[in-house]
């Protein structure tokens, strides 16, 4: 499966965006999916997931209540749906995928890798 992540830009503190995690390859049916984010200097966070199965989903403590994972099924595409969006929040987004039920928010349970866009919180 080749992931395409979009969405990012410029955006004020308090602003939202949607980020776009689309698919090829592959239906997104049978695959877990995971959102990353890599921010100057420091190592790569796992920002929320979606399950396979149920749609279940998880958040990173920084993010919960302002950031909201989704999928379509029909457009074979993972959404992370960003709200009140703050300084600290400014990173690249990566999107991941992994053919199992439930990927985590670890970043090395996933194989198949987007290529990242660049959020950036400025005011």
């Known amino acids: 499966v080749q992931l395409q992540a979009s969405g990012g830009g410029l955006v004020h503190p308090g602003g939202s965006l949607r980020l776009s995690c689309a698919a090829s390859?592959?239906?997104?049916?049978?695959?877990?999916i995971g959102w990353f984010r890599r921010a100057p200097g420091k190592d790569v966070e796992g920002v929320s997931c979606?399950?396979?199965?149920?749609?279940?989903?998880a958040y990173a403590d920084s993010v919960k209540g302002r950031f909201t994972i989704s999928r379509d099924g029909a457009k074979n595409t993972v959404y992370l749906q960003m709200n009140t969006l703050k300084l600290e929040d400014m990173a690249v987004y990566y999107c991941?995928?992994?053919?199992?039920?439930?990927?985590?928010?670890?970043?090395?349970?996933?194989?198949?890798w987007g290529q990242g866009t660049l959020v950036t919180v400025s005011s």
């Open positions: 991941a995928a992994v053919n199992a039920v439930i990927g985590g928010t670890e970043s090395g349970s996933y194989d198949y």
């Open positions: 979606i399950s396979s199965s149920d749609g279940s989903t």
């Open positions: 390859g592959s239906t997104l049916d049978y695959y877990a």
